[in-house]
């Protein structure tokens, strides 16, 4: 007999629209369509407490008693997984590449001498924004998805870009959040 799927699940597969839209249209409806579809499959669901406690922001102790009673909370064993030198050396030449980028930004928008300073201002808040996080892994708990994720050998449930991405440099299973729905209707 096949051991149960895992899965490590991300704080985007409720809280982003494109990801929980067959699941509900807002977290709350999304953690409760999760839950009802997770129960009817043998798969295993994980989610590290950084994580955990992130969705809490977007949804109420109902559904969180709910998703508390579903998936199981992990924290990644970080002193004892392995990940080559060379997926830090790319890590560091990203963000480099990208400070760079930013200041480039910054320096545009001082020397534009123009008045209108709101606009400016949140053009430069959305250029920076797109120019440092877009892509990356900016958070520890995005660190913690994945280290979990290496960890238990299961597949990786995000919307998130960088995630993603560095998913695939370390050698996990990935899923994107957006068919997520159909992995566990098919699964039943």
Not at 33 to 44: D, H, M, N, P, W
Not at 130 to 151: C, H, I, N, P, Q
């Amino acid at each position: 007999m096949r051991p149960p799927r895992k899965f490590v699940i991300d704080t985007s597969l409720f809280v982003n629209p494109h990801a929980r839209a067959k699941f509900g249209a807002n977290p709350k409806a999304a953690v409760r369509g999760f839950v009802k579809l997770a129960k009817k499959t043998s798969a295993e669901f994980f989610m590290p407490p950084s994580i955990f406690r992130e969705i809490r922001n977007f949804i109420s102790e109902k559904e969180a008693h709910l998703l508390d009673l579903c998936v199981k909370k992990r924290a990644p064993n970080i002193y004892s997984l392995y990940l080559p030198a060379a997926v830090f050396n790319d890590f560091i030449e990203d963000v480099r590449n990208r400070l760079n980028k930013g200041l480039r930004l910054a320096e545009e928008f001082a020397q534009d001498n123009r008045p209108e300073n709101e606009e400016k201002l949140r053009r430069l808040r959305d250029k920076y924004r797109d120019a440092m996080r877009t892509g990356l892994v900016d958070s520890k708990e995005d660190f913690e998805l994945l280290l979990l994720a290496k960890e238990l050998e299961a597949t990786l449930v995000s919307s998130d870009e960088g995630v993603l991405k560095f998913a695939d440099k370390i050698g996990c299973e990935r899923l994107n959040a957006s068919k997520m729905y159909d992995m566990l209707k098919k699964s039943k």
